[in-house]
């Protein structure tokens, strides 16, 4: 019998996934699944190796940006009493700000978690620092958590890509704007940095 999560109704990939399988049939034999074999056999994205290298494997292999897509993994950094990182599937982008996710081992050790939220928590809105659904709390966790950004299943010379680094560009340019007019609003802010 083969296996497969969508058979367990854990999730159905997106088209065009493939799934190396066997990493995750041993976990899901024991019971307990990683986040990144999980995230991998989900997104169809063939990186390997702990969460946190996912961002840096990914260049030159996989389109990459700041905009959360269904499909697209968020790559978490590591963080307080993690120290591999998280890798997790965007499932639904409720808004600008927020979005679903699923992933396996984060509220629950081995355990997969479908549709839950994660929020933009960064100050400039760029997806850089989130708090994540927590089960035991059955809220948002209180952290912060650091993240590079998104991998998604498409080569990083594609439309997409493209549409990506053109996104980047502008809110660099946002990222300025609001710096010099926070310190034509601040004018002693603006004298203590000498550029009165």
Request: charged share 20%.
């Given at each position: 019998?083969?296996?497969?999560?969508?058979?367990?109704?854990?999730?159905?990939?997106?088209?065009?996934?493939?799934?190396?399988?066997?990493e995750?049939?041993?976990?899901?034999?024991?019971?307990?699944?990683?986040?990144?074999?999980?995230?991998r056999e989900?997104?169809?994205?063939?990186?390997?190796?702990d969460?946190?290298?996912?961002?840096?494997?990914?260049?030159?292999?996989?389109?990459?940006?700041?905009?959360?897509?269904?499909?697209?993994?968020?790559?978490i950094?590591?963080?307080?009493?993690?120290h591999n990182?998280h890798?997790?599937?965007?499932?639904?982008?409720?808004?600008?700000?927020?979005?679903?996710?699923?992933?396996?081992?984060?509220?629950?050790p081995?355990?997969?978690?479908r549709?839950?939220?994660?929020?933009?928590?960064?100050?400039?809105?760029?997806?850089?620092?989130?708090?994540?659904?927590?089960?035991?709390?059955?809220?948002?966790?209180?952290?912060?958590?650091?993240?590079?950004?998104?991998?998604?299943?498409?080569?990083?010379?594609?439309?997409?890509?493209?549409?990506?680094?053109?996104?980047?560009n502008?809110s660099?340019?946002?990222?300025?704007?609001?710096?010099?007019?926070?310190?034509?609003?601040?004018?002693?802010?603006?004298?203590?940095a000498?550029a009165?």
């Amino acid at each position: 019998m083969a296996f497969s999560l969508a058979a367990w109704g854990l999730f159905t990939a997106p088209a065009g996934a493939r799934a190396d399988i066997s990493e995750v049939r041993g976990h899901a034999a024991s019971g307990l699944l990683e986040c990144v074999p999980f995230a991998r056999e989900v997104s169809g994205i063939r990186l390997s190796g702990d969460a946190y290298t996912w961002w840096t494997q990914a260049k030159g292999r996989y389109a990459r940006g700041h905009t959360p897509r269904v499909g697209a993994v968020m790559a978490i950094r590591p963080h307080g009493n993690s120290h591999n990182g998280h890798v997790a599937m965007v499932s639904e982008v409720i808004d600008s700000r927020t979005v679903l996710l699923t992933h396996a081992n984060w509220s629950y050790p081995g355990k997969v978690e479908r549709d839950v939220a994660a929020l933009d928590v960064s100050p400039m809105g760029d997806w850089s620092e989130v708090r994540i659904w927590y089960g035991p709390s059955q809220t948002l966790g209180a952290s912060h958590w650091p993240v590079d950004g998104f991998i998604y299943n498409a080569s990083p010379d594609t439309q997409l890509a493209r549409m990506e680094a053109a996104s980047a560009n502008r809110s660099e340019d946002t990222k300025t704007i609001r710096a010099a007019s926070s310190s034509r609003s601040d004018p002693i802010g603006t004298i203590i940095a000498g550029a009165f």
